[in-house]
């Protein structure tokens, strides 16, 4: 089993900065890509950006030039920095892992945007 746990999420004022890490633990021993996703009340949940074990990364377009995925992979762990962040940002975040066929996922960590 791979557990993956989120911290770093909070409450910001619009136009502030957040920081999210994601470490993941457990049977880890194969190549696999990591992300982050996000679900807003009453919505579902989408792609927030991904990363490929070649740390290739790709970015929803609502996100494109305010937000930066990384990893650092022999740690197991996923960055989400996010800058210029806008009240339509709150959601409660998630990062996953995808090794093979399995698609793992952390409890989510909430992000508020308010003034």
């Known amino acids: 089993q791979v557990q993956l746990v989120e911290s770093g999420g909070g409450l910001v004022q619009p136009g502030g900065s957040l920081r999210l890490s994601c470490a993941a633990s457990?049977?880890?021993?194969?190549?696999?890509?990591m992300g982050w996703y996000r679900q807003a009340p009453g919505k579902q949940r989408e792609l927030v950006a991904t990363?490929?074990?070649?740390?290739?990364?790709n970015y929803a377009d609502a996100v494109k030039g305010r937000f930066t995925i990384a990893r650092v992979y022999a740690k197991n762990t996923v960055y989400l920095q996010m800058n210029s962040l806008k009240p339509e940002d709150t959601a409660v975040y998630y990062c996953?892992?995808?090794?093979?066929?399995?698609?793992?996922w952390g409890q989510g960590t909430q992000v508020t945007v308010s003034s």
């Open positions: 996953n892992l995808v090794r093979t066929s399995i698609t793992y």
């Open positions: 457990g049977s880890i021993f194969s190549i696999y890509a």
């Open positions: 990363i490929t074990s070649g740390n290739t990364p």
